[in-house]
C-alpha cells in the first residue's frame, strides 16, 4: 500500500491543478484517473481573465498566452452587447480561447515538473476511512487492484464523483430540461467576426473559433430540437439544418471532430467538506455552460483549497482553515448555478416576450455598471472573499490583489503576482518598516518578506499589504491607518 499525504481523484484540470498547488506546498500528491488517454475533445474552450492570473502568479500565464487566441470581449446569454473586460485592473482583460485538452496538457506538464504523481489508468472504486486514521483508495487498473493510503483525499471526479458519495453529500438541483446542440466543424458561406452569435423567432446560433485551422464551435439552441435527450448522438445533417433555419440556406458545415448535445443540468453540493474529504469543480457545482465558467470556478477551487490542505496538513495553520474553503467558495458555486440557470432563460426561449427580455438586457448592458456587474462575475474578477474568521478584517481584507508592478529595495524590477510564484504567502512594504501584524496561527516563516523602494502599488496607496498565496489580500495598511 502507498502513504501519501493526499489523493486527488481525478485528472481533470481541476484535479491537476489541486495536484499542483498541493506539491507546491510541500505535500506528497498522487493523481487517480482513471482514463488512459486525455479527452481529446474541445470542451472548455474560454479561458477567463482571473484563471490567466492564476497562471501568473505560478509564473505560467506565458504558455497559455502563446498558445490560446485572445478575444476582447466575453457573452452573457449570447445577448447582442457584449462583455467588456477592459474596465478591470488586470494584465488580462480578455477572455483566451484554448481547447480544455491544451489546458489540461499545460496543466499537466506543470505538475510533472513539480513532481506530481499522476497515474492513468486507474479507477477509483472504493473509500473508506476517517480524518484522524486517514482513508485507504482501492483504484481498479489493468493489472488488478492497488490500494492506496492518504491523510486527505480530493474529488475532482465530477458528476458521478465517488469521493462526494463517500462523503455522504447531497448534490441537490435539477435534471436537464433543455437539450442544445454543439459541433466542432469546417464553415463555409459566413464571413464576417470570429464569434458571431445570432438570435432570432427560429432560435440562438453561436458561432466561436476552435483553432487555428479554420475550425469553428456551431452552438445551436433550436427549439425544434431542444426536447431531444442529451444523451442521443447529433448528426451533421442534423446541425446543418438547424443553423440554416437561423443563417441562411447558403451555410455549410462539413468535417465535424465533435458533435454532441448538453443541457441545463444544474446541482450544487450541500457541503464541500466533509473531514478530510474535499471535493472541487464539476464534483461540486454542475450547470449550463454559459458564459464559460464550469473550469474556471473549478481552477479557483482549486487555488482556494491547495495551498490550505498543504497548511493543516503540514501543522502550519488550524483545522479551521479548511472550512473556509467551504464559507468562500461554495457561494461561488451557487452563484454560478444562479447566473447560468438566469442565462439558460434567455437563451432557449424564443416566443416574443422572451425576445423582448433579451432586447431589454442587451440594451441595459450598455450601461458600465451593468457591464461591470455581469463581467465581474463571469470572469472572476470582482469576487470578493468575505473579511473575517481567520483571516481578520482588516482594511482590504478578502479582495483580489491586482498584478501591479514593484520595484524591489536592490532595484529589480517585478510584479505582485510575480512575488507569489513559490505559494507563499507576501509581505510587501515600502520600505519604512510598515508591518503588518500577521494572523495568530500564521508564522513568520511561511511568509516572504519583501521591500518596494518604489512604494506598495493600489488604489490605497498602502505602505503594506499581505496577501494569501491565492492572490487574495489579507489586509493592507494605509498612510492614514
Ligand atoms: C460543451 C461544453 C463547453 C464548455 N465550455 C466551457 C468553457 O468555455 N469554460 C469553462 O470554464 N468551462 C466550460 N465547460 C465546462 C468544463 O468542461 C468543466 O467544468 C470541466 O471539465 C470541469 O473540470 P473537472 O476537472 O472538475 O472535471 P472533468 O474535466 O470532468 O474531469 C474529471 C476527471 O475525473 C475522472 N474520474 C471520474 N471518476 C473517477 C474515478 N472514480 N476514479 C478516477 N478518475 C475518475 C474522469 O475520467 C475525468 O478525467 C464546458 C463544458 C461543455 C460540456
Known sequence: MKNLDVVVVG??????????????????????????????????????????????????????????RPISNG?????????????FDTRFPFTLFLPQSRTEALIEDHARELGVDILRG???????????????????????????????????????????????????????????????????????????????EHGGV?????????????????????????????????????????????????????????GDETRLAARYREGNLFIAGDAAHLHLPAGGQGMNVGLQDAMNLGWKLAAVLKSEAPDALLDSYEIERRPIGAQLARNTEAQGALMTRFDPAHLALRAE??????????????????SGFDLRYPAGGLFGNRM?????????????????????HSLLADGRWLHLSSGNGTRITLPDWLSADSVRFVEASSGVPGADAPTALLARPDGYSAGHMTHAA
Not at 476552435?210 to 444523451?231: C, F, L, S, W, Y
Not at 491586482?402 to 532595484?411: K, M, R, S
Request: with cysteine; hydrophobic share 40%.
Open 122 to 200: 486507474h479507477h477509483v472504486e472504493y473509500i473508506t476511512g476517517n480524518t484522524s486514521d486517514g482513508y485507504d483508495l482501492v483504484a481498479r487498473h489493468a493489472q488488478g487492484n492497488s490500494t492506496f493510503h492518504a491523510r486527505a483525499v480530493v474529488g475532482a471526479d465530477a458528476r458521478h464523483s465517488v469521493v462526494r458519495q463517500t462523503a455522504g453529500i447531497s448534490f441537490d438541483g435539477h435534471d436537464a430540461t433543455v437539450s442544445i446542440m454543439m459541433g466542432d466543424v469546417r464553415i463555409d458561406g459566413l464571413e464576417g467576426p470570429p464569434v458571431r452569435m445570432v438570435t432570432n
Open 361 to 378: 438586457m442587451s440594451e441595459l448592458l450598455k450601461m458600465p455598471e451593468v457591464n461591470r456587474r455581469l463581467a465581474g462575475v463571469l
Open 206 to 262: 453561436a458561432i466561436v473559433p476552435v483553432a487555428a485551422d479554420g475550425t469553428v464551435r456551431v452552438i445551436m439552441a433550436d427549439p425544434e430540437r431542444m426536447h431531444v435527450p442529451v444523451a442521443q448522438p447529433l448528426s451533421l445533417d442534423e446541425l446543418t439544418t438547424s443553423t440554416q433555419r437561423i443563417l441562411g440556406a447558403g451555410i455549410r458545415l462539413s468535417e465535424p471532430s465533435w458533435l454532441t448535445r448538453f
Open 75 to 87: 457573452h452573457y446569454a449570447g445577448l447582442e452587447t457584449r462583455l467588456d473586460f477592459s474596465c
Open 11 to 68: 485528472g481533470g484540470p481541476v484535479g491537476l491543478w489541486t495536484a499542483c498547488e498541493l506539491r507546491l506546498g510541500g505535500l506528497d500528491v498522487t493523481v487517480l484517473e482513471r482514463r488512459t488517454e486525455r479527452v481529446a475533445q474541445s470542451r472548455a474552450l474560454t479561458l477567463h481573465g482571473r484563471t490567466i492570473e492564476l497562471f501568473a502568479m505560478r509564473g505560467i500565464a506565458e504558455r497559455f498566452l502563446a498558445e490560446g
Open 396 to 416: 482590504g481584507s478578502g479582495e483580489r490583489v491586482p498584478d501591479h508592478p514593484v520595484t524591489l529595495a536592490d532595484g529589480t524590477s517585478t510584479t505582485i
